[in-house]
């Protein structure tokens, strides 16, 4: 079996990066945020460019990535296993409509300007104790030097982002069916669940193993990413 990983909105290879280290077995970074995917075939057309369609995979997913994994997973017969880490669940139109998330998104963007590296590392870590050199690299990676304006910017191209948000509604993904692929769903539990995640969570399907972590929060994967593919491998192991 081959593993891929698919990031979050915002992440890079560096995010994985401790959580590989974990894992017992090789697994191959996937970024579809640097590229234009504007229909459910473009996504298919990227995910097969970049893997193996002839052996047995297992794709492990973060955030939006749960949601172009699910897709996948339900149009592709070589993923036997998809692993969803708080994504491709929710019907987003039930948080926020599609014109509110871009305007979000572009301001949030906007936002993120900094005269320095240093700055820009500072602002992402907030309040955060002792941070790894791993997530210090993540968000350095995050960002890249404007020689015109002369600050460090997110780097991201907004309308390749504006592209995969559009793209996730048409997917429909937390709907799509996935009668031959083992799932698992590992996210976050909160003391105080906003009403349209604990509904979603509530809908998940029986068959999906779900596994609910006390005291993290939405990228747990880098917080404790031992206990993460120590899950991940016992399921595995229980399904084989």
């Known amino acids: 079996m081959k593993f891929y990983f698919i990031g979050g909105l ?20 996937l970024d579809p945020y640097k590229l234009k995917l504007e229909s459910p075939q473009d996504l298919v057309d990227w995910f097969e460019a970049h893997t193996d369609s002839n052996t047995k995979t297992c794709i492990i ?3 939006l990535g749960g949601d172009l994994a699910r897709y996948l997973a339900s149009n592709m ?13 929710l019907d987003m139109k039930h948080i926020l409509s599609l ?27 907030g309040d955060t104790d002792n941070p790894s050199p791993a ?17 460090y910017e997110l780097d991201f191209d907004s309308q390749a982002v504006l592209s995969l948000l559009r793209l996730r509604r048409e997917l429909r993904s937390f709907q799509a069916p996935l009668i031959d692929t083992k799932v698992m769903f590992i996210g976050p539990k909160y003391e105080e669940e906003p ?20 005291d993290l929060g939405h990228d747990f994967y880098t917080a404790v990413p031992e206990f993460v593919s120590k899950e991940i491998i016992n399921w595995i192991k229980i399904c084989s």
């Open 77 to 89: 017969s070589q993923i036997t296993n998809l692993v969803l880490l708080d994504g491709g669940y």
């Open 10 to 29: 915002g992440s890079n290879e560096n995010h994985m990066s401790e959580f590989a280290h974990c894992f017992p077995f090789p697994i191959t970074y």
């Open 135 to 151: 997530t210090i690299k993540a968000i350095q990676s995050s960002y890249r030097w404007n020689p015109d304006l002369h600050h």
């Open 99 to 125: 014109e509110q998330e871009i305007e979000e998104t572009l301001a949030y963007l906007k936002q993120q300007v900094f005269p320095s590296l240093e700055e820009a590392v500072a602002s992402e870590l």
């Open 195 to 214: 009403e349209w995640r604990a509904r979603a969570l509530e809908n998940l399907d029986p068959s999906i193993k779900k596994v609910l972590l006390k």
């Open 61 to 63: 997913a973060h955030s």
